[in-house]
């Protein structure tokens, strides 16, 4: 059962974090999108995560106009709405994990998602099912203020992103206000692996930790042991999502049980390389 001692969502997260953070390993947080292939399926995976020793997840909410995700994440969306997912079916399944898991979610969806539910409903839909945070990359800082105040009043996290692209004095304020956690984005374009990532990724994320607070996860590109350590010198976990998602390509019949094991043992790889010591 969840740990029902913590008062608001968002110190589920931070006290995840934290606790990462004071035994000297890198998060590492996997992206799964809700619904592929299907809401039951998409629990399981969680719970391999969880068991491998993710700190937290991601959860996609999938819709028909994906702006930062490559071709991987792209077809998952697909495959999850194809298969009848809907937005009252993810947050039945965070509500499941939510119950069921102690590692916290934080949803992954597009501000027009939000908007054509209402903004209050939204948020107070998403607390209400335990997930502890909202991560919105089409929605500008400048426009920002009335979601902020209702993830507040919620006591939900509104996580920021920080691009390559973003100029420093933007980047400063979208790291001051950002809340559960700043997620630098490693490269320029969309998600997808990468065989390396920037030279200049380090310098970014030390100059963003004198910006803020709140733990520093890299995202976009991340795959590889290799990567979680050459990360995790500076930042204080990763973010991984279609290296993970690619398990799920093929699910059906036998293949289910193959891609959760995939998913624990892809997960517990890049635990067991962001460990201290």
């Given at each position: 059962m969840a740990d029902t001692a913590v008062d608001t969502p968002i110190m589920k997260l931070t006290a995840a974090l934290t606790a990462r953070r004071e035994a000297g390993d890198v998060v590492v947080a996997p992206f799964l999108?809700?619904?592929?292939?299907?809401?039951?399926?998409?629990?399981?995976?969680?719970?391999?995560?969880?068991?491998?020793?993710?700190?937290?997840?991601?959860?996609?909410?999938?819709?028909?106009?994906?702006?930062?995700?490559?071709?991987v994440i792209q077809a998952s969306y697909t495959r999850a709405l194809n298969a009848g997912g809907t937005l009252e079916g993810m947050f039945g399944l965070a509500?499941?994990?939510?119950?069921?898991l102690?590692?916290?979610?934080?949803?992954?969806?597009?501000?027009?998602?939000?908007?054509?539910?209402?903004?209050?409903?939204?948020?107070?839909?998403?607390a209400a099912a335990g997930l502890t945070g909202l991560i919105v990359p089409d929605l500008p800082i400048e426009e920002s203020a009335l979601?902020?105040?209702?993830?507040?009043?919620?006591?939900?996290?509104?996580?920021r992103l920080v691009t390559p692209t973003t100029p420093p004095e933007r980047?400063?304020?979208?790291?001051?206000?950002?809340?559960?956690f700043l997620y630098c984005v490693s490269v320029a374009g969309v998600t997808g692996?990468?065989?390396?990532?920037?030279?200049?990724?380090?310098?970014?994320?030390?100059?963003?930790?004198e910006q803020t607070d709140v733990p520093i996860l890299v995202g976009f590109g991340i795959s590889r042991p290799e990567q979680v350590r050459e990360v995790g010198d500076v930042a204080d976990g990763?973010?991984?999502?279609?290296?993970?998602?690619?398990?799920?390509?093929?699910?059906?019949?036998?293949?289910?049980?193959?891609?959760?094991e995939a998913i624990s043992r892809h997960v517990g790889e890049l635990v067991a390389a962001g460990r201290a010591g």
């Open positions: 999108t809700a619904g592929d292939p299907d809401m039951d399926f998409t629990f399981h995976a969680l719970e391999a995560a969880q068991q491998a020793g993710a700190t937290l997840c991601e959860l996609g909410v999938p819709y028909s106009d994906p702006i930062a995700d490559g071709p509500r499941r994990a939510a119950e069921q102690t590692m916290p979610l934080v949803a992954m969806t597009s501000y027009s998602i939000i908007f054509r539910r209402g903004l209050d409903r939204f948020v107070g839909e998403a979601l902020a105040k209702a993830c507040q009043q919620a006591g939900i996290a509104l996580v980047a400063a304020r979208i790291a001051a206000e950002s809340t559960g692996e990468r065989v390396s990532l920037p030279q200049q990724l380090k310098d970014r994320v030390r100059w963003l930790k990763v973010i991984v999502g279609s290296a993970l998602v690619r398990h799920l390509e093929a699910t059906s019949g036998d293949q289910r049980q193959t891609a959760l």
